[in-house]
């Protein structure tokens, strides 16, 4: 069974500090994505990134990077300079194909605070 | 991008009645839906998958006559909760999977806060 694991349950950092996000997933398929989501407080989910198990190259995009680690079975958030805005929650996903469909595994998330 | 809508977006209803949650695709058809639970500072859960003019096949654990799917049309599922209690009071998401998109890809709608008192 796939399995999602974020052992940071909060992070606190002041603004413009440098923060990691941990994502450990657990599957037996050897076709997967990976995922990343914002929920602010208004509680809708924003999409951040997909990565699919072929492809480990690491992802920047502006003060966002991601960094794949099949040995590890790590997919790990890193956000550069932090913001105030960036306070939210966090949630790594892994999707995998079951019979009838499409299962997200959602990690149990990270709350992230950026104190000004 | 493809967008899910979900209405309404907060419902407060009495304990023991029912409440209906709608949950469309606005730019594309999707064959399946997916709805999610997420309590207070917890994880989403999911609850049941539906696919289109089949019945929904539900999670361990979720109630099937309690929380009802129906997904007619290739826009639309609704899922009712029946005989509303406190405990019920949650997050409710759906999301649907757009085939063009790739077998992963899924959309999420805004979510409902469900307040039953």
């Known amino acids: 069974a796939q399995k999602v694991t974020q052992a940071q349950t909060e992070i606190s950092v002041v603004e413009k500090e440098d923060v990691t996000l941990d994502c450990v997933y657990e599957t037996r398929d050897t076709t997967y994505y990976l995922f990343w989501y914002k929920q602010p407080p208004s509680g809708e989910l924003v999409f951040l990134i997909r990565r699919n198990s072929f492809d480990e190259q690491n992802e920047i995009s502006g003060r966002y990077s991601w960094n794949f680690q099949k040995s590890t079975s790590s997919f790990n958030f890193t956000i550069t300079a932090s913001q105030v805005v960036d306070s939210a929650v966090y949630f790594c996903a892994l999707s995998e194909a079951r019979d009838y469909g499409q299962n997200f595994v959602f990690g149990p998330g990270t709350r992230l605070s950026v104190l000004p | 991008g493809a967008v899910v809508s979900q209405h309404p977006s907060r419902v407060i209803c009495k304990s023991g009645t029912s409440v209906k949650i709608e949950c469309r695709s606005l730019d594309f058809q999707a064959t399946t839906m997916f709805w999610y639970r997420q309590f207070p500072k917890q994880s989403l859960m999911l609850m049941a998958t539906?696919?289109?003019?089949?019945?929904?096949?539900?999670e361990q654990g979720v109630e099937k006559d309690k929380f009802l799917i129906n997904h007619a049309s290739l826009t639309l599922s609704t899922l009712t909760v029946t005989s509303a209690h406190p405990e019920d009071s949650s997050f409710y998401i759906c999301?649907?999977?757009?085939?063009?998109?790739?077998?992963?890809?899924?959309?999420f709608g805004p979510g409902t806060r469900l307040t039953v008192t």
């Open positions: 539906s696919n289109e003019g089949s019945k929904a096949t539900y």
């Open positions: 999301s649907a999977r757009e085939p063009l998109a790739g077998k992963y890809e899924q959309y």
